[in-house]
T-cell receptor, first 115, second 113 residues
Framework: QQQVKQSPQSLIVQKGGISIINCAYENTAFDYFPWYQQFPGKGPALLIAIRPDVSEKKEGRFTISFNKSAKQFSLHIMDSQPGDSATYFCAASSNYGGSQGNLIFGKGTKLSVKP | DGGITQSPKYLFRKEGQNVTLSCEQNLNHDAMYWYRQDPGQGLRLIYYSQIVNDFQKGDIAEGYSVSREKKESFPLTVTSAQKNPTAFYLC????????????FGPGTRLTVT
């Protein structure tokens, strides 16, 4: 119940296209859903995050869509660029129970944007 | 500059040796974390500390040890009991605010032969 399932494992998109990465969770106590971007050999960096009281959050070309009833959330990258090529991780956390706000990460999606 | 530093970036050790990875933060964060990253496995939590002089095991703590004697420092020791220590190790800290933003260091790649 603590898992966050992320798909696809890898994604190839043409420059200018839309990249979509999906995540699903079971624990209804999760109340914070961030996305991280990681370049090879670097630490992950927080990209965008959402709370379940909103269905969508947009920051520049990056949008999180959140479906509370389906327990799913997704990252959309509009007008994808070669510089967006990286591994993306979704995560979820809750301050309730014994988790103490620790993040539970998906296994990551390797995005390649072709010029 | 505020942030998290990890040293060294690359570390090589012989099997059977203990090795300590450094993690320092000047963000004044109370909570600090150690993760291990293997290809296709995502980030797995090794240990975390919510406050100085206190820490808890994560999902894969066997073969690792930590200390938290100072707020800004959270070193990780990979002991000889860790069966497969070669991996990319990431340290992180959290601002403790409502959004629980977690910030990561640049990582240390450990190779044990």
């Amino acid at each position: 119940q603590q898992q966050v399932k992320q798909s696809p494992q890898s994604l190839i998109v043409q420059k200018g296209g839309i990249s979509i990465i999906n995540c699903a969770y079971e624990n209804t106590a999760f109340d914070y859903f961030p996305w991280y971007q990681q370049f090879p050999g670097k630490g992950p960096a927080l990209l965008i995050a959402i709370r379940p009281d909103v269905s969508e959050k947009k920051e520049g070309r990056f949008t999180i869509s959140f479906n509370k009833s389906a327990k799913q959330f997704s990252l959309h990258i509009m007008d994808s660029q070669p510089g967006d090529s990286a591994t993306y991780f979704c995560a979820a956390s809750s301050n309730y129970g014994g988790s103490q706000g620790n993040l539970i990460f998906g296994k990551g999606t390797k995005l390649s944007v072709k010029p | 500059d505020g942030g998290i530093t990890q040293s060294p970036k690359y570390l090589f050790r012989k099997e059977g040796q203990n090795v300590t990875l450094s993690c320092e933060q000047n963000l004044n964060h109370d909570a600090m974390y150690w993760y291990r990253q293997d290809p296709g496995q995502g980030l797995r939590l090794i240990y975390y500390s919510q406050i100085v002089n206190d820490f808890q095991k994560g999902d894969i703590a066997e073969g690792y040890s930590v200390s938290r004697e100072k707020k800004e420092s959270f070193p990780l020791t990979v002991t000889s009991a860790q069966k497969n220590p070669t991996a990319f190790y990431l340290c992180a800290s959290t601002d403790g605010g409502g959004m629980r933003k977690q910030y990561f260091g640049p990582g240390t790649r450990l190779t044990v032969t």
